[in-house]
């Protein structure tokens, strides 16, 4: 997997994001329209993107609880520091782990999990106890989304960038 560093994206891929979350329908021709550049330039440009993992797919936009996942929990997770490939490995067996993080502090591993309730939930937290290298849970479970994950003011920051005078 490629991770987008700063230096892979510009002003421009800014531009054509932030153009893409306003109408994420937009082809290439209607987003060189809306930002006047070249089609070709902005096709290149989201062939990149995409090519270095700085555009996700599809479906990350989509809201769990639409599939029938109304529940998320967080899951803080010690592991056996030898099995830690095979705890990657279980965890992206589970469908409901969403998302996982290497942490530091008192967990070694934060899990993002949806569960259709507290019951699946429970099955849930019961089949990753069962991966060989967890050792133990702890379980939060989020009771309202306060603000979802958003990057729209760090893409306007950067498409910026290039109308600002040099400090």
Do not use: W
């Amino acid at each position: 997997m490629t991770i987008a560093t700063s230096r892979t994206l510009d002003s421009l891929d800014g531009r054509i994001i932030l153009a893409l979350d306003k109408d994420p329908e937009a082809s290439a021709l209607a987003l060189s329209r809306t930002l006047g550049v070249a089609r070709n330039t902005v096709h290149a440009r989201l062939a990149r993107l995409e090519r270095s993992g700085a555009l996700r797919s599809f479906s990350r936009r989509l809201d769990p609880a639409a599939l029938g996942y109304e529940l998320m929990a967080f899951l803080a997770l010690s592991i056996s520091q030898t099995r830690s490939g095979s705890v990657e490995n279980g965890l992206a067996a589970i469908p409901e782990v969403i998302e996982v993080h290497a942490t530091t502090g008192d967990a070694d591993l934060m899990a993002k999990v949806v569960a259709r309730g507290t019951a699946d939930l429970y099955r849930i937290t019961n089949e990753i106890l069962e991966i060989d290298g967890i050792e133990r849970t702890s379980t939060a479970i989020s009771i309202l989304e306060l603000m979802p994950p958003r990057y729209d003011g760090l893409i306007s920051r950067l498409s910026e960038q290039e109308s600002r005078p040099s400090e």
